[in-house]
């Protein structure tokens, strides 16, 4: 199911693990903290998968170490089947024209000091595609796919609203084609009439462009619109992967159910499973399933065994005991 | 963006900058001008002695008409010595503040695009440099290494690099871990690239003001250190040499002290009117 066996997908990942340390007070002994901890994952061209999580599970690390930006303490990933060079010398920098990614702070992540056409042109000029009337069609072209006009490239960033940025980001992102785009929380620093027209954009933009994209973010709805593919990641590693429709109306990880009962729904009052509990710490992982304590329907095998991420007959991935064994669920 | 430019903004008109700017760029070009000049501008060698009009006061205090600013006590033209100190101080001034900008920044750049092991040192070597005090430095060096006009810019270059170097390495880290840097190293950049283009015009602003407070502070360390007899060295003429030497005079002769004090305050008051007036004008969020 998740990887076919005669192509290879465009990204695949494998048990990415990445550790920071981290030290409590001056002289406090420094902890590990997994940020990301056994994630597996692929992507097929062209389309999305989507990485579901509450800030602080480590969906962006991942973003950043599927991209290459960061590179992991264990575990591979491998871009159209071949590894991913160290970060910052030539053929690292070179992949870059074939992966993007797309920030969530639009004014942030572009330069305020150079106008909008320039950088949108600027991966052009360094990875050295095209002359320069090309890469000034391009740029053009790039405009107005993403919805921009073509006097929008003489503003500068400050000058544009939110939308009109992260469009302008996503113009530059496209503008090598890649192959794979990392679109970090593309849309929680935009407003909600403005975030519609973003995600719409992007799903048209990946059927112009053919792009994969992994779709990071906490809006599970938002990444339904856009996903053939969610994952739903809880401190560092995913709990369960499927279909955007099944996991969004029939979620079976414990988690996923409380995400999904979170989203909030006209006419259906007082049925929110409200988590116990405080949010994790990666720092403290709890032993056994990292989501236990908060868990509703935990029982003594949870706190001792950490479950793996398996599929279940229907094809679903899940990583909780009581998922696999329906005769449990209902003793407890 | 040729074709692209049907439409610009047409807000962006040339205007007149503030009449204290005009005077600041007026003054600079002039102090520019005479520097370059010198040779030309001056009535007399900068070592003429006029035996016979010994500290003769200027014009309008009953001084002779050919020596407008008056002269000192070994009758040597205050006006021509005067212009020559500006191009030596100038000299001074702009190469020390140059040569510190540019070690501070490139340091600044290294400790923060390579972190680990070399900013430590760069980072050592910016507290070292901040705890020493800078007058007994350039005393230890000009008298081991004797005195030249090159070493002495390049010394007082060293003055204030840790600053540029703290601001740039802060301004870099913070601009490579989550903003624009980190965008554009993630396009593919390279580091020259992501460096010069993008996070120095960045940064710029901070830097220039940072060298507009440096320049008169050099200005006025040349001066002490000619003063104590470490700078330039005579029969060379500066502007911090004529104050300390026209001290002598105070009661007697003020014109040799006054007139290259007076230039030393406008020149410095002027760059920082051009600083602060050109980061704002460098910056196309305040335009």
């Known amino acids: ?332 | 963006m040729s074709d692209v430019a049907i439409a610009a903004p047409a807000a962006r008109r040339f205007r007149l900058p503030p009449t204290l700017v005009m005077f600041a760029l007026g003054w600079v070009g002039l102090m520019l001008a005479t520097a370059f000049l010198a040779d030309v501008l001056a009535p007399y060698s900068y070592t003429a002695l006029d035996l016979r009009n010994r500290l003769a006061p200027p014009i309008g205090f009953g001084g002779v008409l050919i020596h407008p600013l008056g002269t000192d006590e070994l009758g040597r033209d205050v006006f021509s010595r005067l212009i020559y100190s500006i191009r030596m101080s100038l000299l001074i001034a702009f190469g020390a503040t140059l040569i510190g900008a540019a070690l501070g920044t490139s340091l600044g750049f290294l400790a923060a695009h390579f972190r680990g092991l070399v900013e430590q040192c760069v980072m050592a070597l910016v507290d070292f440099s901040a705890s020493i005090p800078f007058l007994i430095l350039a005393l230890s060096v000009l008298a081991f290494f004797g005195n030249s006009l090159t070493l002495f810019i390049c010394l007082l270059g060293l003055h204030a690099w840790e600053r540029y170097a703290r601001i740039a390495r802060g301004l870099a880290i913070s601009a490579g871990s989550q903003g624009y840097a980190a965008a554009v190293r993630q396009l593919g950049a390279s580091p020259w690239r992501n460096y010069g283009r993008h996070v120095l015009p960045n940064i710029a602003s901070t830097l220039i003001v940072s060298m507009t407070l440096a320049f008169p502070e050099i200005i006025l360390l040349e001066s002490g250190l000619s003063f104590l007899g470490l700078g330039v060295q005579p029969p060379e003429t500066s502007l911090g040499s004529m104050v300390g030497y026209g001290r002598e005079y105070l009661t007697r002769a003020p014109w040799i002290l006054l007139s290259p004090a007076a230039v030393i305050v406008l020149t410095t008051f002027s760059v920082s009117v051009l600083g602060d007036w050109l980061r704002d004008r460098l910056d196309p969020t305040l335009r």
């Open chain 1, 1 to 332: 199911m998740r990887t076919s066996p005669i192509t290879t997908p465009l990204l695949e990942a494998q048990n990415l693990m990445r550790r920071y340390w981290m030290r409590r007070g001056a002289f406090g002994k420094a902890t590990e903290v997994r940020a990301v901890d056994g994630v597996s994952l692929s992507l097929e061209r062209g389309k999305t998968l989507g990485l579901v999580g509450e800030s602080g599970c480590g969906k962006s690390t991942t973003g950043r170490l599927v991209l290459g930006l960061e590179t992991p303490d264990a575990g591979t990933v491998a871009f159209q089947g071949a590894p991913m060079p160290a970060p910052g010398t030539a053929p690292w920098r070179a992949q870059r024209a074939r992966m993007q990614m797309v920030f969530q702070d639009p004014l942030g992540a572009l330069d305020r000091r150079l106008t909008i056409g320039v950088q949108v042109r600027e991966p052009l000029d360094i990875h050295g595609i095209g002359d320069a009337a090309a890469r000034e069609k391009r740029v053009l072209h790039l405009l107005h796919a993403t919805g921009l006009r073509p006097e929008q490239a003489e503003r500068y960033p400050h000058e544009l609203s939110g939308g009109q940025r992260q469009r302008a980001v996503l113009a530059r992102a496209l503008a090598t084609d890649p192959a794979l785009l990392v679109c970090d929380e593309p849309i929680s620093a935009l407003d909600v009439s403005i975030q519609a027209q973003v995600m719409n954009l992007l799903v048209k933009l990946q059927r112009e462009f053919g792009t994969a994209i992994l779709f990071i973010s906490h809006d599970l709805r938002a990444v339904r619109q856009v996903s053939h593919r969610v994952a739903v990641m809880y401190l560092g590693r995913i709990v369960e992967e499927g279909e955007p429709d099944d996991v969004l109306h029939s979620p079976a990880h414990p988690y996923s159910q409380a995400l999904v009962s979170a989203i909030p729904h006209p006419g259906r009052g007082g049925q929110r499973i409200l988590l116990q509990g405080d949010p994790p710490n990666p720092a403290d992982r709890p032993s056994g399933c990292a989501f236990h304590p908060r868990c509703p329907v935990a029982f003594a095998r949870c706190s001792q065994e950490s479950p793996a991420l398996t599929a279940r007959p229907d094809g679903r991935l899940v990583a909780c005991h009581l998922a696999h064994e329906p005769a449990i669920a209902r003793a407890a």
